[in-house]
């Protein structure tokens, strides 16, 4: 039951107890008792309060991806918003937010979007940028909807001095003379050529490019079945016979099968300052649900997605912001939108939390340390031919144990725990693979710790959520908590399964507390952030169907709510800061004036999120060292940038009832370039 609904049944018994003047103890009385309690002060103080975003109907949205910027303003990103039409129609929206301008003129921003950014990922750079790479190439088309038959193809070219265009459309046959047509352009680059050291002798290695193609024809006729695997495709239209002997597709089966999204290579800088998306080099790979993770280098770790013919990349990719180009990164299998941390020591964590697609089994997808600097770059076969980690990509790969339930590691969230400096991430909720299969739990209550200072670590359980979830959103407090809400019971909302439920974690006390309830049930593409003044945004939920019986197809609810914590609700006023420095330096020191120095018992550097599919690899909380003087307080920053990596931050002063400042913004340099 949720949090919302025992209130509810509570509120009628104390109707009943006390003789409460109400008509009636019925739904809309009790709603009305409800209101009315959670609306007083000392019911706030305690649980804090939830409140409704007014947004404009010109200005709403799916809201699939948010990001806060360093002006204070959120960045939401729709795209093509999860629908078939406004892909078809290219219509793709953002829309950015002012908190600092709430209920006033300009509030609101629409920002013209050069593509289907829909399930792309993104990170925060060091000059304060947001890196958008990745989005929507082709929605998916599932099985009984499938017209033609259609698979992936590779083109490869041998000839190192040759580079052809291939416009969508272009016919290939399969032998026995089938014919299909690919559904997106490419451009095929020269082969590679290597001198061996002996005179006269180079070793030329054939350029490949992905492509998908459909059948010339409907139904089964297109249909075409390579028992052995990959065969040769022969492309139509080529002009010279020196085309014709370099140029040619390898692929398998051509089939009826469910096709799945495919990536674009897109990359774009957003520019806060300019409000704009700015063009930066293409990824290798397309991606759709990728990860992108921020090094101490300032350079960016992309994995994952799907790719442009549907299929997960190993081929992870490397962003330069200098540079704004990418380069190849070490090879390695991770299922899509993987929750991936770096950690102190510069390897990255991947917590076995994921979205989307990846297989279900833990020996394919363990989490674990991952030594990415020292992993060798190499193209890894598949284990088993079903996706995952094949024993040679162990090596650079250090599992972690000790995870409850990994069966049910998809749509959970995951938190790298306050302090940073810790080093401890935390599970909550999840489910299974897509739907639930037979003797599956829809959904779990589980929460997990690991502690990876431990010489060997491993998880353990930690205290169980209020209700299973799967969906749950987890967004850090500058007092050094988490807040965890809403969530389903069930794939998607189905079967009217949304969790009206709030929870506040206390690492200290290693222990979940009460909350207010929020009023929208949220699950896929569900997202929430920190803002700079201390509350917390709350938006985005795509049901899968509208009714409890599913013959309602559901819509995206628009609705934005915004939940104010009891530590705003304390009567205790937020301490102040009146002046200091922007720009500081890793393992230096800077004054900032406040006249609330002996009220701050403790100063954090928050770096803001990035969230989408309640998946935010971004948000962590550094715990500053500082000391009181005259004017105000004087801060020593950590001198590790894997730790605290270069970017914008906000800096909370906190009180000793932990009640934060409104966030200074500071801009935490980073090392010099190699």
């Known amino acids: 039951m949720s949090r919302l609904r025992k209130n509810l049944v509570a509120a009628a018994v104390v109707a009943v107890v006390v003789g409460v003047n109400l008509p009636a103890v019925g739904g809309f009385a009790i709603r009305q008792w409800h209101d009315y309690q959670i609306n007083q002060d000392d019911y706030k103080a305690l649980y804090g309060h939830w409140s409704f975003l007014e947004v404009p109907d010109r200005f ?177 239209g080529l002009t010279t016979e020196r085309e014709k002997r370099n140029l040619y597709a390898m692929g398998a089966s051509m089939t009826l099968d469910k096709q799945d999204f495919q990536g674009i290579r897109d990359a774009y800088e957003f520019d806060p300052v300019t409000e704009r998306y700015d063009k930066v080099q ?53 299922p899509t939108y993987p929750a991936l941390f770096l950690l102190d020591d510069d390897t990255l964590f991947f917590s076995g939390m994921s979205a989307g697609y990846g297989p279900g089994q833990l020996a394919l997808r363990p989490p674990g340390v991952w030594d990415y600097r020292h992993d060798t770059d190499r193209s890894v076969r598949a284990a088993d031919g079903i996706g995952g980690m094949a024993p040679d990509e162990m090596e ?31 599970v909550m909720g999840g489910g299974p693979v897509g739907e639930r299969q037979p003797g599956q739990k829809n959904a779990t209550d589980r929460t997990a710790i690991v502690d990876l200072k431990q010489p060997a670590p491993r998880y353990v359980r930690g205290p169980d959520l209020s209700d299973p979830v799967r969906y749950p959103s987890a967004v850090l407090l500058p007092d050094d908590t988490v807040l965890s809400f809403n969530g389903s019971g069930d794939y998607r909302g189905r079967g009217d399964s949304d969790v009206l439920r709030a929870e506040v974690y206390d690492p200290a006390r290693n222990a979940f507390r009460e909350a207010a309830a929020p009023a929208v049930g949220r699950n896929y593409h569900a997202e929430g952030l920190l803002l700079p003044d201390g509350r917390v945004l709350s938006m985005g939920s795509d049901p899968l169907f509208a009714d409890e019986d599913g013959s309602i197809p559901g819509t995206f609810d628009q609705r934005v709510e915004i ?79 894997a730790l605290m990596p270069p970017g914008w931050y906000m800096m909370f002063g906190v009180t000793e009832k932990g009640t934060p400042s409104q966030a200074r913004w500071v801009r935490v340099l980073g090392p010099r370039p190699r």
Not at 403 to 424: I, K, W
Not at 568 to 593: D, Q, S, Y
Not at 599 to 628: C, N, W, Y
């Open 396 to 426: 650079a790969f250090t599992p972690v144990p000790g995870l409850p339930e990994p069966e049910l590691n998809e749509t959970g969230a995951s938190v790298m725990l306050p302090p940073a400096q810790d080093q401890r991430i935390m």
């Open 60 to 236: 709403k949205v799916n809201a699939i991806h948010a990001a806060l910027l360093h002006t204070g303003k959120v960045l939401i990103v729709a795209g093509s918003g999860n629908n078939a039409a406004n892909f078809a129609k290219g219509t793709f929206k953002t829309l950015l937010w002012d908190p600092a301008r709430q209920g006033q003129p300009g509030e609101f921003k629409m920002i013209d979007t050069p593509v289907d950014f829909f399930c792309a990922g993104h990170v925060m750079l060091p000059d304060g940028k947001l890196l958008i790479a990745g989005g929507t190439l082709r929605f998916e088309v599932l099985k009984d909807k499938v017209k033609r038959a259609g698979g992936a193809l590779v083109v490869k070219n041998e000839d190192p001095h040759l580079t052809r265009h291939l416009p969508a459309g272009t016919l290939v046959a399969a032998p026995g003379g089938r014919l299909y047509r690919t559904t997106a352009h490419i451009t095929v680059p020269p082969a590679t050529k290597t001198e061996t050291g002996v005179r006269g002798r180079a070793k030329v290695t054939p350029s490949e490019t992905k492509v998908f193609a459909e059948a010339v024809t409907e139904g089964a006729s297109g249909v075409f079945t390579s028992p052995g695997g990959y065969v040769k495709y022969e492309i139509q």
């Open 563 to 641: 939940y104010t914590p009891a530590y705003l609700h304390n009567g205790e006023g937020a301490p102040v800061f009146t002046g200091g420095r922007v720009r500081l330096k890793p393992g230096g020191r800077a004054g900032f004036k406040t006249p609330d120095a002996q009220r701050i018992a403790k100063v954090r550097l928050m770096r803001p999120s990035a969230v989408t599919h309640v998946t935010d690899v971004e948000q962590r909380s550094i715990e500053v060292g500082f000391t009181r003087v005259p004017s105000g307080i004087i801060v020593t920053l950590p001198a590790n940038p």
């Open 282 to 334: 293409d990824m290798a790979e397309g991606r759709w649900y990728p990860t992108m993770t921020a090094l101490p280098d300032g350079r960016v770790m992309t994995v994952s997605g799907l790719d442009t013919v549907g299929q997960i990349t190993r081929d992870n990719e490397i962003y330069d912001p200098r540079t704004r180009t990418w380069r190849p990164g070490p090879k390695r299998f991770f």
